[in-house]
Every structure is written in structure tokens, then in C-alpha cells.
């Protein structure tokens, strides 16, 4: 019976049970982004080797950028939704990213047409954090320089277009800063600058009747 005792110890200590077995995964396990789009431009952002070709040592660097940024699914693939949401969060960071604005004694909204991210500036100081945005498409491209908002409209609906644009802050014309359920990251807008719903509600919030814009750059894909 004590014999018998002991080989079962020892076959316990030799066989692991199934939760002692698994093995910390590898951080490059399930790191298969595959090529996007974007993979230079962000190879440019993270300081990696830039050859366009996605090695696993990228797309780890990527998903551990999404993961940090709150960005989802984080799947290391370098769309061009994940490379906006990491110039917005560089243009934060870095004051220098945000030298197109003027600064002025009085609140700024910052509308760069290039890399298609608003944000608001009182002098240097940030007090609208930088957001991606959806300007006008070719042919109906937003205006440039400067504006100032004229009329604001928390649920205005567009005659012309036949869409909802919530909290509209109409600047030039028909053109207005306003949110939108539509995907911000493909083709364009008729001229407004568009956000999603939460960033368009807190904008709506901050800014008056008689606030400046700044707008200038080219949005990739129009004439000017």
C-alpha cells in the first residue's frame, strides 16, 4: 500500500494538470495584422524599420499602440483609422504637431484639411483635445482660412442632403462643424467638417456664437 502510495505522488508531480500546462503566451502570438494601408506611415510614427512590409515585430508595436490608445479591435493592422487616432494623440503631446494654427489670445479652432484632425487652442494651450474629423470630398472641398461660427443648431437636419447633422455649428454657408454616425474614415463629407457624436456634443459645448475657426492643408484625394 505504500508502494502503491508513492507512484501516485509521483505520477502527480510528473503529469501537470491542464491549467499548470499552459504556457504565458507569447506577445507575437496572435499578432497577425496583416498589410493595411497605412503600414508606412506608421512605421514612420513608432520609429520602426519604414519598407511598407509587416513584420510581426510591427504589428506588436502597433497593437501595443492601439491597446494604449483605447483603439479597437487592437489587431496590430495599420489602418487608416488607427494611423488618424495616433497623429491626433502626437498633435497632443507634441506642441511643435501643432504649429499650422495661429495662436491668439482668444480660443482657435484648429482645422488641419491635411491631416484631417480639429482641435481647439486658447494662446498654446490645448482646451479641446485633437480628434479625427471627415472634411469635404473632391469637388466639395471645406473652405479655407479664416471663419467664425454664425448660427449653431443642436438637431439640425439638412434639406439639401437629407441626413441628421447634430450639433451644428455652421461657420461658412451650408459648411458646419457637426456630428455624424457615418465612417469618418472613408470618402468625404459635402463640405462640413464632420466628428463623431460625442466629440461634436462636447465641441457644440464648448464653442459660442462668434467663436474663430482656422482652417487650412488639403484633405489626401482633392484638388485643393
Known amino acids: 500500500m505504500r508502494w502503491l502510495i508513492s507512484s501516485i505522488a509521483a505520477l502527480s508531480l510528473a503529469v501537470p494538470s491542464a491549467h499548470a500546462s499552459a504556457a504565458p503566451a507569447r506577445a507575437d502570438a496572435a499578432c497577425r495584422g ?39 479591435p487592437a489587431d496590430g493592422r495599420a489602418t487608416l483609422r488607427t494611423y488618424r487616432l495616433v497623429v491626433a494623440d502626437r498633435i497632443k503631446r507634441d506642441p511643435a504637431a501643432r ?10 479652432t484648429c482645422v488641419d484639411l491635411t491631416r484631417q484632425i480639429l482641435w481647439v487652442q486658447t494662446g498654446r494651450r490645448l482646451v479641446f483635445s485633437p480628434v479625427p474629423v471627415r472634411t469635404g470630398r473632391d469637388g466639395l472641398e471645406t473652405r479655407r482660412g479664416w471663419q467664425r461660427i454664425y448660427w449653431k443648431n443642436r438637431d439640425h437636419f439638412s434639406t439639401i442632403y437629407h441626413v441628421a447633422m447634430p450639433y ?47 482652417i487650412w492643408g488639403t484633405k489626401p484625394g482633392t484638388g485643393g
Open 34 to 72: 496583416g498589410p493595411a494601408p497605412y503600414q508606412r506611415e506608421l512605421e514612420r510614427e513608432l520609429r520602426l524599420p519604414v519598407d511598407g512590409r509587416q513584420s510581426t515585430a510591427d504589428c506588436v508595436a502597433i497593437r501595443r499602440l492601439q491597446q494604449r490608445l483605447g483603439i479597437r
Open 99 to 108: 504649429r499650422g494654427c495661429p495662436v491668439r489670445s482668444y480660443r482657435v
Open 168 to 214: 451644428a455649428q455652421f461657420f461658412n454657408g451650408g459648411q458646419a462643424l457637426h456630428g455624424t454616425r457615418a465612417d469618418l474614415f472613408s470618402a468625404g463629407s459635402g463640405g462640413c467638417v464632420n466628428m463623431a457624436l460625442a466629440d461634436a456634443k462636447r465641441l457644440f459645448d464648448l464653442l459660442g456664437k462668434g467663436d474663430r475657426l482656422y
